[in-house]
Antibody
Framework: QVQLQESGPGLVKASETLSLTCTVS????????WSWIRHPPGKGLEWMGNIYYSGSTNYKPSLRSRVTMSVDTSKNQFSLKLSSVTAADTAVYYC??????????????WGQGTLVTVSS | QSVLTQPPSVSGAPGQRVTISCTGS?????????VHWYQQFPGTAPKLLIY???NRPSGVPDRFSASKSGTSASLAITGLQAGDEADYYCQSYDSSLSGSDVFGTGTKVTVL
């Protein structure tokens, strides 16, 4: 059974960089797209971007200037960096697996989520 | 601002049938991209409920069904149960703006 686990600081200061890692267990990171999705309090789900195991990325246009995703196949991990954070970036951050091209199969496995709060 | 629009809330009595609409456009659902549905309980991660328009993952009861037509999709829950009270999100792919995965605005299902 594939499992995903997010890790990283739960508190980040405004204007700094949020960094999270997702560790995949029970399966290989190869041959899949992997995604970051966040859920701000009181709002809906927001897709942030995808990374293929080869390292190619696709980011949400409104976040493109601040987001960087990377993958480490040797550790079965992928990571998210979001720079210049503000209070609006406070959210539960999820990592998820995205099996299909053009998202033809949905996000089938999710991490439990980690709350990141941006403090002033 | 989401490109997939859902009603904020729907409600029904136990045993009833409720439907949730997901309205998109010609760059996402209308372009033929697949629609998926997720169920999310408070404080937990979303769970894939329906994939590729109408398919149920193993373990999802057949009380949940979905369809897609034109620029819209819908999720139906029959035999509504107290345990179905949750938030539901549709999701698809949008070819505009270099291509993005997009979520619906979300619908809260309340069992009366």
């Amino acid at each position: 059974q594939v499992q995903l686990q997010e890790s990283g600081p739960g508190l980040v200061k405004a204007s700094e960089t949020l960094s999270l890692t997702c560790t995949v267990s029970g399966g290989s990171i190869t041959n899949y797209y992997w995604s970051w999705i966040r859920h701000p309090p009181g709002k809906g789900l927001e897709w942030m971007g995808n990374i293929y195991y080869s390292g190619s990325t696709n980011y949400k246009p409104s976040l493109r200037s601040r987001v960087t995703m990377s993958v480490d196949t040797s550790k079965n991990q992928f990571s998210l960096k979001l720079s210049s954070v503000t209070a609006a970036d406070t959210a539960v951050y999820y990592c998820a697996r995205r099996p299909g091209i053009y998202n033809s199969l949905g996000f089938d496995y999710w991490g439990q989520g980690t709350l990141v709060t941006v403090s002033s | 601002q989401s490109v997939l629009t859902q009603p904020p809330s729907v409600s029904g009595a136990p045993g009833q049938r409720v439907t949730i609409s997901c309205t998109g456009s010609s760059s996402n659902i209308g372009a033929g991209y697949d629609v998926h549905w997720y169920q999310q309980f408070p404080g937990t991660a979303p769970k894939l409920l329906i994939y590729t328009n109408y398919n149920r993952p193993s373990g999802v009861p057949d009380r949940f069904s979905a369809s897609k037509s034109g620029t819209s999709a819908s999720l139906a829950i029959t035999g509504l149960q107290a345990g179905d009270e949750a938030d539901y999100y549709c999701q698809s792919y949008d070819s505009s703006l270099s291509g993005s995965d997009v979520f619906g605005t979300g619908t809260k299902v309340t069992v009366l």
